[in-house]
């Protein structure tokens, strides 16, 4: 692991001071530790803005990648397990250090709206530039509310010296009003000016194709319906038929698939040059036993015990020494790979679960279910083996055999079966989805504590004094400590929306499904 180089000086709050540079309020020279190349000096195009904000909304940078993504949404979605025993405190053991916790805030919102709020102030929060920033606030943003639950959303760039929090139903909420907005200007805007592709050389995502970024968006869209099911079942199914019956709709095919070309992959960073992540237990075992064509796709075989096999490390135990553990199975990423932000696999997922529910999606639950399967498959290029494994019904999640040991702890096969119970289907078509989603961590991990699945292992050493974590697992990160000390009246406020305490193990507002495993 790379140093992670941010000061740790007294502010009144990181994200306030950047966004008084960016208007030109001030040029306190407190900002020399963050400025690293991707805070950029007004002078130069807007579009180069817009590179500065895809750099950040899935982090690509190897050492944001890792603070913000690999150590915690990797960790929690049980793909990937941490290596390195020299770090006696970190997410998987739920007692991160502050400087770990304050890293995803520091960095995201101050990166972020540094370039966002230049580009508000250049539009005039109008026009069609506007509405593709707006798409990519929104998900950037909700990442950062799906990790800590409150966040500064509505006040940044009022000008108030510290920023307030929104609880995160009125974060959602205007997530919500802002990505609508954001369609109506871009679907409007290819429909008068079919193929123009104005900012082609300032988009790394979709080469300046607006249609695309309608997709990406509504796809976006029908994610956060789904991700509030269980807060607001209305405003769920609303958002969601809305995203889906849309004149241009959401993904449909892996050419829609967001991705940002980003050298050197960060993946590649942290189990080669870094070597301080390996595959995680949960997600070998499951595709073992499944036989999933994909698993070499994703991993390297292991060579532990100087057997050479698939090989999956268990997330929240001791590490002897980082020697010891990697011989398990690596993740195959080269330097070149892209990094992924979303794909049409998650979306037909998300249509079958919406079908599951009883809304208007077009097709039946097993259709898109089979359908999302099929995708991922395709992405992957394994599609030969399609047909055999969306009709197994016996095929289970295999034991785990490396100590610390663990029997399989789900019992789901694949074949759709109509005439489950409501459960049973939506458990097969998340731990499928789980599968598909990798290596989307935090939206794993999202996804399963929304609904419980797929059933992960228990946690081996749990450091926190909360003992249900061992079994429940973290519902959040704890907002950063900074804020504390820099922003503390905003601070004390936030953990009052949370009802709850600022701890590893208080749910989040759309984390109400009293029917989770």
């Keep these: 692991m790379k140093k992670y180089n941010m000061g740790r000086k007294q502010f009144v709050l990181l994200l306030s001071l950047t966004l008084l540079l960016v208007v030109g309020l001030s040029s306190c020279s407190r900002f020399k530790d963050i400025n690293t190349p991707e805070y950029l000096p007004q002078t130069l195009p807007m ?3 817009f590179i500065q904000m895809q750099n950040i909304v899935y982090p690509a940078q190897e050492n944001d990648y890792q603070m913000n993504e690999n150590l915690i949404g990797d960790v929690y979605g049980r793909y990937m397990s941490i290596t390195n025993s020299g770090w006696a405190t970190n997410f998987a053991t739920f007692n991160a250090p502050d400087d770990w916790i304050n890293a995803p805030f520091k960095r995201t919102f101050s990166t972020f709206y540094s370039a966002f709020v230049e580009v508000k102030k250049r539009t005039n929060a109008t026009g069609v530039n506007y509405a593709w920033a707006q798409v990519m606030k929104v998900a950037a943003m909700q990442r950062m509310t799906d990790l ?3 966040i500064p959303y ?14 995160q139903e009125e974060v959602y909420n205007q997530m919500f009003a802002d990505l609508d907005a954001a369609i109506n200007t871009l679907t409007a805007y290819t429909i008068s000016f079919p193929g123009d592709k104005p900012m082609k050389d300032y988009d790394k995502i979709y080469n300046g194709d607006y249609v695309k970024w309608v997709k990406f968006a509504n796809s976006l869209k029908l994610r956060m319906a789904m991700r509030v099911v269980y807060a607001n079942d209305k405003l769920a199914r609303q958002k969601a038929e809305e995203a889906v019956q849309h004149s241009i709709g959401p993904m449909t095919s892996n050419e829609d698939n967001a991705q940002i070309r980003y050298t050197p992959n960060p993946i590649k960073i942290m189990w080669d040059q870094y070597s301080d992540t390996r595959a995680c237990a949960d997600l070998v075992t499951h595709m073992v036993g499944y036989a999933d064509p994909r698993l070499p796709k994703y991993f ?6 100087g057997t050479t096999a698939y090989q999956g490390l268990r997330t929240g135990i001791n590490i002897a020494s980082k020697a010891s553990v990697l011989p398990f199975s690596a993740p195959i990423y080269v330097e070149s790979d892209p990094l992924l932000w979303m794909m049409a696999s998650e979306v037909s997922f998300l249509k079958s679960e919406g079908a599951l529910r009883g809304w208007t999606m077009n097709g039946t639950a097993q259709q898109f279910y089979e359908q999302g399967i099929s995708l991922s498959f395709a992405q992957y290029n394994v599609s030969g083996s399609l047909a055999a494994y969306i009709a197994d019904n016996t095929k289970k999640q295999v034991a785990y055999n490396i100590a610390p040991a663990s029997p399989a702890v789900s019992t789901i096969t694949i074949k759709w079966n109509e005439a489950d119970v409501f459960s049973t289907k939506l ?3 998340m731990t499928q989805k789980w599968i598909a989603l990798y290596p989307l961590g935090q939206e794993a991990w999202s996804e399963q504590r929304r609904t419980g699945f797929p059933r992960f292992f228990p946690v081996i050493v749990n450091k926190n004094t909360d003992a249900s974590l061992t079994t429940k697992f973290a519902s959040r990160i704890p907002f950063a400590p900074s804020e504390k000390i820099s922003n503390n009246e905003n601070y004390v406020n936030a953990v009052s929306l949370l009802n709850g305490t600022d701890t590893y193990g208080t749910k989040l507002w759309w984390d109400k499904n009293t029917q989770k495993p």
Excluded at 159 to 166: E, F, K, Q, R
């Design 148 to 150: 800590y639950g409150p």
């Design 154 to 167: 509505s006040k940044v760039g009022s000008g108030d010296i510290s920023v307030p929090y929104d609880s």
């Design 427 to 429: 458990e097969r078509l």
């Design 47 to 49: 579009g180069n803005y």
């Design 300 to 305: 390297a075989m292991g060579t532990v015990g």
